[in-house]
């Protein structure tokens, strides 16, 4: 039996899931890496405590100092709860227009929240932006001194990817693996494992959400967004400085139409509970099966819970509203008897 000294020692080591379905259709062995098992619930635990352990190792975070970052959504609940459980307080800089569900959330994981109106990048004010100028004072006026995350571009993000993530699939599957696929947020998921893995012969793949410009960047060469996608956490518009020095061999623009009924049969085929992102990534790992042939064995990131979207992707009305689909079983939840 094993003993974890803390919360923080919980993160990563996470179990690899036979997909039944996008194997089956595909003659393919697709793998998916349970990072919605970490102790926050998603991929970004793993970020928050390599984050949090770099700012400590270079001494810019005392004990019970304070970690600041502007997000709405994982980074936030992994940085409070891994911070929480080495002794620091957290304080997340949020737009005031983000669903009570985040913000609760957010509570419920010990953040301060700073709600701030949700205004463009080059507004002052825009909560990335504002969280940066927060911890630059908090820095001075804690008596522990403040950080600021900065997990678009501060490189620990995907350190945590390089040192843990890709050598724990390369050791879970002896290096019988031919691709990794997932999509793009900061970035450090698939630049970290695909510089882990690269190197070692296995073919890396972008999925990319439509309103997202990385999928063109690397395969025209210009920023293109087309579209927009109902999925969280994923999209970006630039090269951030945990993409820099990264180009995978692959890459699929993946729009919500074929990534929303692959994440629904995840739950109602294999009882995986999931949120959009997971979707557009096993999507991408269907394409690539399809792109490397049968025979081929392929992971790609589950990266968060599904109760963390029950008004959005979860909700009937919602997807109805949006004109997306809406899987029958989704759409009743009583039966009558005849
Ligand atoms: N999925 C979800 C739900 C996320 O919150 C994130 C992080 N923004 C990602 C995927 C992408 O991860 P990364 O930041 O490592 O690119």
Redesign the pocket.
Known sequence: MEIYSDLADAVGHTPLIRLKGPSDATGCEILGKAEFLNPGQ???DR?ALFIIRDAMEKGLLQPGGTIVEGTA???GIGLALVGASMGFKTVIVIPETQSQEKKDMLRLAGAELVQVPAVPYKNPNNYVRYSERLAKELAKSEPNGAIWAN?FDNVA?RRA?IETTGPEIWEQTDGKVDGFI?????????A?VGMALQPKGVKIGLADPEGSAIHSYYTEGTFKAPGTSIT???GQGRITA?LEGFTPDYSYRIPDSEALPVVFDLLAAEGLCL????GTNVAGAIRLARELGPGHRIVT?L??YGNRYQSKLWNPEFLEEKGLPVPAWLAHDSRTLP
Do not use: F, P, R, Y
């Not at 997932?182 to 698939?190: K, R, Y």
């Open positions: 998603s991929v970004k970020a959504g994982n980074t997990q993000n990817h997932c999509s793009v947020g900061t970035g450090g998921t698939l970290g969280e956490g994923i945990n949120g959009g992102s997971s990131i990266c968060d």
